[in-house]
């Protein structure tokens, strides 16, 4: 599996701001990364949890650069790297990877926002960035799946405000598009991913479910898209593709898993507070 998308399937991202490759990864891949995750007591740690407007909290764990592990293995794997290439148009690189760890029955909701809601306050000019959803638990409508709006991205970026701990989109304008887009349940199974634009409009519900969801999120930014001004996420920094074949491996070797420096949520990401602080409504 070389992982490029074939012209039918690049025209399908383009028209619908999103698309879903399913068996990206193999049942073996999406087990080493479900293990070390689930073992993983510094990404438990490292876990921020946010007030999704409605008293639930989502828990996240995010890091800026890949690593040496696992988690590194997967966002800069050839297949990864070389489709998004293909789906933007140029070389990116590694803008941050997170785990999204929706716990059985507790885990809340995403309002509904734009990627590039929460990152244009990061000083990137262009929407020209694109986040791959892995599923490493099955992800169905009854444990909070992604929900997209097919075409939103056409809309352009998308005023945001402060909901709860999240930005989330205008709520009439969502509203509106609602009526003239179809919502789409990207449900999945382990291994499963769906590639989605940054001005896609998206959302999850809350976990009601006995089932956990838990799933990675590696997101790249096009190399000319280089930020104006210093965030909490990186400028542009070459990021080195590997072999398919290193998952496994390093996958395998307990002690070199995880690899990765945790950001600090709270204390590091201003892309939503500074709604609150500013009044502006991005």
Known sequence: MNGVFDSAELASYHDNGYLIRRGLFTEEEIGLLAETARNDHALDQAATALDDGEGNRVRLSLWNHPGEG??????RCRRMVDSVEQLIGE???HYHSKMILKDARTGGAWAWHQDYGYWYQNGLLFPDLCSVMIAVDPATKENGCLQVLRGSHKMGRVNH?????????????VEEAQKVMELVYCEMDPGDAVFFHSNTLHASGANHSENSRWAMICCYNAASNNPYRESHHPSYTKL???DDSKIIEVGRTEAARSGVEFANIEEDDQSAKVLAESGEEP
């Open 161 to 173: 405000i402060l909901s709860g701990e999240q930005a989330g989109a205008d709520r009439e304008r």
């Open 240 to 242: 080195h593709k590997v």
């Open 91 to 93: 070389e990116v690189y």
């Open 70 to 75: 696992i988690y590194g293995m997967v966002a």
